[in-house]
């Protein structure tokens, strides 16, 4: 503001930027400013009984976020703001600690940076993820909750005070409880998080490439259908039909773990 304010202050006819003549250009960044495309507020609360620590990773080509990995203890909130057009996703790690060598590790959702920040490096799955693409065609927002990539604990995603259809999103069911036996990750006996079939098997099919590789050819899975009628709101295979991803204009997002 001070750098604008001293613009302003400049005195006479003689000023120009980029060959605007002041009376154009002052009107025209104080439009912007109005107008003005707006930052948008993430704000991640803890629902769960335990501590989670987000991830965030910006799509290639976008800004980190400021904090890309933080701890979340129980009941606590915390939000980030996005900036204009930002695109990318985030994700909720457990059963975070420091080693013995003093490596940050989580046992799910783990980013691998050897810190609590991500630093550019995504979940490994299973993983539950929200996808964001901020100011998008239109100025809509685009969101989704993906299980493509598996699924480690129920997160959920509320747009506030924005115009359209801005529905709540999310995996709000615990996935884990449902998992089939052989797509379990466990930790003491526990079921931590629930692998894809693609992650599990391997295959073509349930990874939708090769043969499977177009909406025509990759289908719902008896696996997949297991993810898509715990969270029916969430994408469960690679080309799930569009009815997965909402829209909001000019919202901020409560994205919440165990909601
Ligand atoms: C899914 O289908 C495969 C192949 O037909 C079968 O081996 C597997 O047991 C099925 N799993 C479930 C959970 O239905």
Not at 153 to 162: M, N, V
Not at 208 to 220: E, L, V
Request: proline residues 7%.
């Amino acid at each position: 503001m001070r750098h604008f304010l001293t613009i302003l202050q400049i005195p006479g006819n003689t000023f120009k930027f980029f060959n605007m003549e002041k009376q154009v250009f002052i009107p025209l960044v104080l439009a912007l400013m109005v107008v003005g495309v707006q930052s948008t507020k993430l704000t991640f609360t803890n629902r769960c009984p335990f501590t989670v620590w987000p991830g965030t990773l910006n799509n290639f080509g976008k800004p980190p976020l400021s904090k890309t990995g933080f701890e979340l203890a129980q009941g606590a909130s915390e939000s980030l703001d996005a900036p204009v057009g930002w695109e990318g996703r985030v994700w909720g790690r457990t059963g975070c600690s420091t080693d013995s060598n003093g490596r940050f590790r989580c046992d799910t959702a783990e980013c691998g940076s050897g810190v609590v920040a991500c630093n550019g490096n995504g979940a490994v799955p299973p993983a539950t993820l929200i996808e964001f693409k901020f100011q998008g065609d239109g100025g809509k927002d685009f969101y989704d909750t993906s299980l493509v990539d598996g699924f480690n604990l129920p997160f959920s995603i509320a747009p506030q005070g924005g115009t359209g259809d801005c529905k709540v999103s999310g995996c709000p069911a615990n996935v884990n409880a449902i998992c089939p036996p052989e797509l379990r990750v466990t930790a003491g006996g526990a079921t931590i998080a629930c692998k894809s079939a693609c992650e599990a098997f391997n295959t073509d099919e349930y990874c939708c490439r090769g043969a499977f590789n177009s909406p025509d050819t990759c289908k719902p899975t008896n696996y997949s259908m297991i993810f898509k009628n715990a969270c029916p709101l969430a994408y469960s295979y690679a080309y799930n039909d569009g009815s997965s991803t909402f829209t909001c204009t000019g919202a901020d997002y409560i994205l919440t773990y165990c909601p």
